[in-house]
């Protein structure tokens, strides 16, 4: 079964950086396109980042020239590099998979991983 596996997740100063890491089983990251994912406390999981097939990103607005995403095929790894954090960064990170090229449009993921946690303090 396909398998993510987030890691990364820490707790920092508002202002700093963190890079998240998402390993791949049995889905090799540059034919498919993914996700990361935010849950905040007490809200619903949203999507913040996306990456198609041909490696092309959209990124949520409160995230955009912060944030980038990058994949390493060698090691089967989608990243998440964040930067300029900011408290209201806080929350549960997960990474996503689409497994049909046809589902990318819609951004119809099938399997996400469990997350990791980010704590950004003031």
């Known amino acids: 079964q396909v398998q993510l596996a987030e890691s990364g997740g820490d707790s920092v100063q508002a202002g700093g950086s963190l890079r998240l890491s998402c390993v791949a089983s049995?889905?090799?990251?540059?034919?498919?396109?993914m996700g990361w994912f935010r849950q905040a406390p007490g809200k619903e999981r949203e999507r913040i980042a996306h990456?198609?097939?041909?490696?092309?990103?959209t990124y949520e607005d409160s995230v955009k020239g912060r944030f980038t995403l990058s994949r390493d095929n060698a090691k089967n790894t989608l990243y998440l590099q964040m930067s300029s954090l900011k408290p209201e960064d806080t929350g549960l990170y997960s990474c996503?998979?689409?497994?049909?090229?046809?589902?990318?449009?819609?951004?119809?993921?099938?399997?996400w991983g469990p997350g990791t946690q980010v704590t950004v303090s003031s």
């Open positions: 996503a998979v689409a497994l049909r090229a046809w589902d990318c449009p819609n951004r119809a993921y099938n399997f």
């Open positions: 049995l889905v090799t990251v540059d034919s498919s396109c």
């Open positions: 990456i198609d097939i041909d490696g092309s990103t």
